[in-house]
């Protein structure tokens, strides 16, 4: 009788086999990941004053913080809000800050999950943020402004975000206005002075991005739209607002459906990127 192992049998068992971890081994974490039970304690603590109590809210924030961090761009925001989140306490929380003085004006509508929508008419979220009086990040030549924009239609009046002198659109970005076209400007008197460009889609993450003096980038996304030499004048001393040309004398109201809007400073073409790519991933895990 033939005691011998099959060769095939032999080979299948050998490979598997060295296939086994070392014991004692440990393997080492992936870059950007929990590496350990629990959550990041910057986005504890925003879970924590927002109420966040859900999935896939909790993970999905919790990983986009720890992609904020790994690509050193996390300390680069004064106010970033989740505005598709678990509830509109949670929405209207800043995620860097922990500030909860953003306001729903007129009743602009919320979806969970989606983000809020406004009327075009008088909808508006106050953020209680004067970049003037409280920029940290934001300054005069270095300075970013952006919203992820979930759904939009055309109209003369589509101030998605602005901090704008009223009638100026100086800092500001008009996601579509009649003529098709998309205007940003940030700092500056003249809101038709660009970057602007007109866009095949207006959706996604849009951000306008000072990096000096004398020039402007218009984002989408990663990509690179517009620029502009467009020299800085002033910042102007006004609220935030987000869908209208300000908060302190709102006009120019959006019918756009927002999923997230932000301020601070001045972000690369790296940094630009990384953080599309950390978006992307949060959108994935809410699904808005």
């Given amino acids: 009788m033939d005691f011998r192992r099959p060769r095939d049998e032999y080979l299948f068992g050998l490979a598997g086999k060295l296939a086994r971890p070392l014991r004692g081994s440990i393997a080492a974490p992936l870059a950007g990941t929990r590496s350990g039970p629990g959550y990041d304690a910057d986005a504890q603590a925003y879970f924590t004053?927002?109420?966040?109590?859900?999935?896939?809210?909790?993970?999905?924030?919790?990983?986009?913080?720890?992609?904020?961090?790994?690509?050193?761009?996390?300390?680069?925001?004064?106010?970033?809000?989740?505005?598709?989140?678990?509830?509109?306490?949670?929405a209207l929380t800043c995620l860097v800050s922990l500030n909860q003085d953003a306001e729903s004006i007129s009743g602009t509508a919320f979806a969970a999950g989606q983000g809020y929508t406004g009327d075009g008419v008088a909808d508006y979220i106050d953020t209680n943020y004067n970049p003037a009086t409280q920029g940290v990040n934001y300054t005069l030549n270095e300075a970013s402004l952006g919203v992820y924009v979930r759904a939009q239609s055309a109209g003369a009046t589509t101030t998605v975000i602005g901090a704008s002198a009223a009638?100026?659109?100086?800092?500001?970005?008009?996601?579509?206005?009649?003529?098709?076209?998309?205007?940003?400007?940030?700092?500056?008197?003249?809101?038709?002075?660009?970057?602007?460009?007109?866009?095949?889609?207006?959706?996604?993450?849009?951000?306008?991005?000072?990096?000096?003096?004398?020039?402007?980038?218009?984002?989408?996304?990663?990509?690179?739209?517009?620029?502009?030499?467009?020299?800085?004048?002033?910042?102007?001393?006004?609220?935030?607002?987000?869908?209208?040309?300000n908060a302190t004398d709102p006009s120019q109201f959006s019918a756009a459906q927002l999923s997230m809007a932000y301020a601070g400073g001045s972000l690369s073409a790296q940094n630009m990127t990384d953080f599309s790519a950390a978006v992307d991933a949060l959108k994935v895990a809410i699904g808005f």
Avoid: C, H
Wanted: glycine residues 10%; proline residues 2%; charged residues 15%.
């Fill in 49 to 90: 004053a927002a109420g966040i109590t859900a999935e896939p809210y909790l993970a999905g924030i919790n990983q986009f913080v720890l992609d904020l961090k790994a690509a050193s761009i996390w300390t680069k925001f004064d106010r970033l809000y989740i505005l598709a989140n678990e509830s509109e306490t949670a």
């Fill in 167 to 245: 009638g100026t659109g100086g800092t500001s970005i008009r996601a579509w206005w009649t003529d098709n076209k998309t205007y940003s400007s940030l700092n500056t008197g003249d809101g038709g002075a660009g970057p602007n460009a007109t866009l095949v889609s207006r959706l996604g993450l849009l951000s306008v991005v000072r990096t000096a003096s004398n020039a402007n980038v218009l984002y989408q996304g990663a990509t690179s739209r517009a620029t502009s030499a467009q020299a800085a004048t002033s910042v102007v001393n006004t609220k935030l607002a987000i869908f209208a040309i």
